[in-house]
């Protein structure tokens, strides 16, 4: 697959954006703190923390939803990260149970670049209080694209082989 | 390692470096993460998929990368403060199990609503020596 003859944002598509799954409780708990550490630094000791005592933001990648719980669309045969996003707004605390829920925040299409024609999709995950105060957002968005379609020359975006 | 003092911090200025942190991201830390977080695609751990994919080899997922640039803000800061904001885009893949080096260096000192705010640029240079992730941070001190 190459450069399509048509637009792939379809009417249909395009009614994702600003899809996403209902609200699910998470709880900050020493587990959720000990795993997400140890995703970010290996096999180490992790501090351990009172009710109510600050914790590192680490604790959210325990905590988020998985992507395929959403309708992403599946266009295109290769997939790449290109760019994240974290927003904490205050310190998260031991024991404390956030609302959490995720959705499609953008779909857009790409010309030019190593791959060509390619389509670039954000995903939003919202933490929140139980009162709907938002404590921490994670935005990512993914290319899709046709890796056979690359160039052999450098460009913008992930550079050839 | 990395981490600054009290007094390092209260005397930042604009366009200080800061410590370079060097990361070796293995195998093993790619499975846990992906592990954890249900994102376990095959171009980070399959040669064969990365090549197909355009990569050179098993590559570090872009999310990990960017908690990796949270884990340097909080290396360099997060004793005096929280890291309220990271931001990352992706240029180049890093592959599994070669080293980068996270630079940083201070963009700004500011105070929003009363709180102190230091804004960093951070860079990722992979082990090509090329830069592989441009990003951005903001940590606000106590």
């Given at each position: 697959m190459s450069m399509p003859e048509a637009s792939l944002l379809t009417p249909e598509i395009r009614a994702l954006i600003g899809t996403g799954n209902e609200p699910v409780a998470v709880t900050i708990t020493p587990a959720a703190v000990r795993r997400s550490m140890r995703a970010v630094f290996g096999e180490i000791a992790t501090p351990t923390f009172a009710p109510g005592e600050e914790v590192p933001g680490y604790v959210l990648i325990a905590l988020q939803p998985e992507g395929d719980e959403l309708p992403m669309?599946?266009?295109?045969p290769d997939k790449l990260e290109v760019s994240n996003e974290i927003d904490i707004v205050r310190p998260l605390r031991m024991g404390e149970t956030l609302q959490v829920r995720s959705r499609i925040g953008h779909i857009a299409e790409r010309l030019g670049g190593r791959f060509g024609y390619s389509l670039l999709i954000r995903m939003d995950v919202e933490f929140s209080e139980?009162?709907?105060?938002?404590v921490a957002r994670f935005s990512f968005t993914a290319m899709q694209y046709d890796?056979?379609?690359?160039?052999?020359a450098p460009g913008d975006g992930v550079e050839p082989r | 390692m990395g981490r600054l003092s009290a007094g390092q911090i209260a005397a930042l200025e604009e366009g200080d470096a800061l410590p370079v942190l060097d990361i070796t991201p293995g195998m093993d830390l790619v499975i846990r993460y992906c592990g954890l977080t249900g994102g376990l695609t095959n171009i980070f751990y399959d040669a064969e998929a990365a090549h197909a994919a355009g990569m050179p080899g098993p590559i570090v997922p872009g999310q990990l990368k960017t908690w990796l640039l949270y884990r340097a803000l909080d290396t360099w800061l997060g004793g005096a403060g929280f890291v309220r904001h990271v931001r990352t885009t992706h240029r180049r893949p890093d592959l599994t199990g070669r080293p980068m080096s996270i630079a940083g260096t201070v963009a700004r000192i500011g105070e929003e609503g009363g709180q102190r705010l230091v804004d960093i640029e951070i860079v990722v240079v992979g082990s090509e020596g090329q830069p592989t992730v441009n990003g951005f941070g903001t940590v606000q001190l106590r």
């Open positions: 669309p599946d266009l295109m139980p009162g709907g105060a938002v890796a056979s379609a690359a160039l052999d | -």
